[in-house]
């Protein structure tokens, strides 16, 4: 019987061995639950683990990390939640010093930092450690590193394909690093330097996509005029993505083009005068971002209205939002994911408008003025694929004449069945509305609260729901830390929670230690 069993148990070890490298990293709940059946399972799953992202706000140290996951290909390490100035008291230098370590991450392939300090010594660690296998490198909201850190990747890691350097404040001391990144690289597909304190030639850009002609894909720069890049586009002839830049006067504009496969674009300061220059491209576009356009309100549905296989949308919430959201779902019935940022005017015609329009919408943040329980359960009835959805209200929202938006909630979690990503930021929802979001939000992920709820009440009924719930942000609601603790142990899902009371405190922390994904 004993020998029996124990071949059964070597029969199981061994289909699992070979179904588990199926099992996509994504499906983070199956992997975790694997791991968990025995030691030998544990193993097992650490073995087949490609992708794996840290907390470091939650994880402090790199004590286990190679050792569990020896055979990782991606490395993403995260920093604050948001966006914060105690990033800095994030040490991200014994993570560096574990991955550039040699007898670990043999097959790492890929890096990301989020929301941490960076600095010099560890880039040029990195880099001579792991420059040679590196293929994608991506450094975002960061801050502590100058050009001398980027000169060491320049020069070390020559076979990257991917780097992104966005929203970092970059100390800038000389220019050379793009430069030997432009003279030694010939395979990058793709470059993101838009939105950093660091300036670069046009001559550089020139020679790297010179270079890397055949390759390049997409480009995202700052502080450079349209006209300054046509050579950049002749050569760039792959192109497909392409962000950043501006123009002076049309008339230099004679004979300017954009590369033939241009399929994603953001550019800064468009005017109705370059529409000639824009409007060849507008049926093939997948995407575009208008957040910098700066167009008036006439000239922005005018060129929205050209695009209609958009299927991303960035834009501005400025003057006349209903307008403009109406032309959107009038027009743009592909569009996927659409996002708008910035105060104005939209309310719920707006939102009506988006949601009978736009059936294929997958993602959508928008800010508004005021809106309507029926405004949300039109979303419901019609935004069947929806799965990240995020509303915040400007300052007319505070009325003291408008209705909780509980009803609203309820029928859009219901109707939304695919949600997993939910943040609201509304003083209109009460302790109602947090007990319908536990009840219906059953495959929430994430969800972000802000201003919202009465007392505690609410986040308990709200903590009896909710169970595939992994990460919980808090901003400025009237819930007490004996509330917080309950939700914690109740919401067995739940894996970070992160808390700010408006007062300038913080409050964040791992509820049950885990690699996330």
């Given at each position: 019987m ?17 179904v ?15 791991s ?14 490609k ?60 890096v990301?930092i ?25 450094i975002?909201?960061?801050?502590g ?16 394909r991917i ?41 550089d ?19 450079c ?8 586009f ?13 123009y002076?006067?049309i ?12 399929r ?19 049926d ?10 700066r ?28 307008e ?5 779902g009038?027009?743009?019935?592909k ?11 939209v ?28 405004a ?93 719930l ?17 939700l ?6 739940l ?17 049950r ?5």
């Open positions: 004993k020998k029996q069993c124990k071949d059964q148990s070597s029969i199981i070890h061994t289909v699992f061995d070979c588990l490298s199926y099992i996509d990293d994504d499906d983070i709940d199956t992997r975790n639950s694997f968990l059946v025995s030691r030998k399972w544990c193993e097992l799953e650490g073995l087949t683990r992708n794996v992202t840290v907390h470091m706000f939650y994880s402090p140290t790199p004590s286990r990390l190679h050792q569990r996951f020896p055979l990782l290909e991606s490395l993403t390490l995260k920093g604050y939640p948001l966006r914060s100035p105690e990033i800095a008291s994030i040490d991200i230098t014994p993570w560096i010093q574990d991955i550039s370590a040699s007898n670990s991450f043999k097959c790492l392939k890929e990301c989020c929301g941490t300090s960076v600095h010099d010594s560890d880039l040029e660690l990195l880099s001579r450690t792991r420059g040679k296998d590196l293929k994608v490198l991506k975002c909201k960061c801050q590193f100058s050009t001398d850190g980027l000169l060491h990747v320049a020069t070390y890691c020559k076979y990257l780097l992104c350097l966005k929203d970092n404040s970059i100390t800038r001391n000389d220019a050379k690093w793009l430069r030997t990144l432009a003279s030694c690289f010939t395979c990058m597909e793709s470059l993101d330097i838009g939105n950093t304190c660091s300036e670069w030639d046009v001559e850009l020139i020679l790297l996509a010179k270079n890397c002609s055949k390759s390049l894909e997409s480009l995202k720069i700052h502080g005029d349209l006209i300054d890049l046509v050579d950049v002749s050569y760039a002839v792959n192109l497909q993505d392409f962000a950043g830049g501006g002076k006067k008339d230099e504009y004679a004979g300017f083009k954009f590369p033939p496969k241009l994603r674009m953001g550019i800064y300061r468009i005017r109705k005068s370059m529409f000639p220059v824009l409007l060849p491209l507008a093939q576009l997948r995407e575009l971002n208008l957040r910098r356009a167009l008036d309100r006439d000239d922005e549905c005018y060129l929205i209205q050209r695009c209609p296989n958009l299927e991303v949308l960035y834009t501005d919430n400025t003057g006349h939002g209903n403009k959201l109406e032309v959107i009038q027009f743009c019935k569009l996927c994911k659409l996002k708008i940022t910035g105060f104005g005017s309310s719920s015609k707006g939102l009506v408008a988006i949601a009978q329009g736009c059936l294929n919408l997958e993602y959508l943040h928008i800010r508004v003025r005021v809106v309507s329980n029926e949300m359960e039109c979303i419901g009835s019609h935004l069947k694929n929806l799965r990240n959805f995020r509303m915040t209200f400007g300052y007319a929202a505070h009325d003291q004449t408008a209705l909780p938006l509980d009803d609203g909630i309820r029928a859009m979690l219901v109707g939304c069945s695919k949600l997993k990503w939910l943040g609201i930021y509304n003083r209109e929802l009460t302790d109602v509305g947090l007990d319908y979001i536990g009840k219906y939000g059953r495959n929430l992920r994430y969800l972000s609260l802000g201003y919202i709820g009465e007392s505690d009440a609410g986040l308990v009924q709200l903590s009896k729901g909710c169970p595939n992994r990460k919980l942000e808090i901003q400025i609601c009237p819930f007490s830390k004996q509330t917080l603790s309950t914690m142990f109740n919401v067995t899902s894996r970070y929670i992160w808390v700010h009371n408006g007062r300038g405190n913080t409050y964040a922390a791992m509820i230690p885990t690699f996330d994904l």
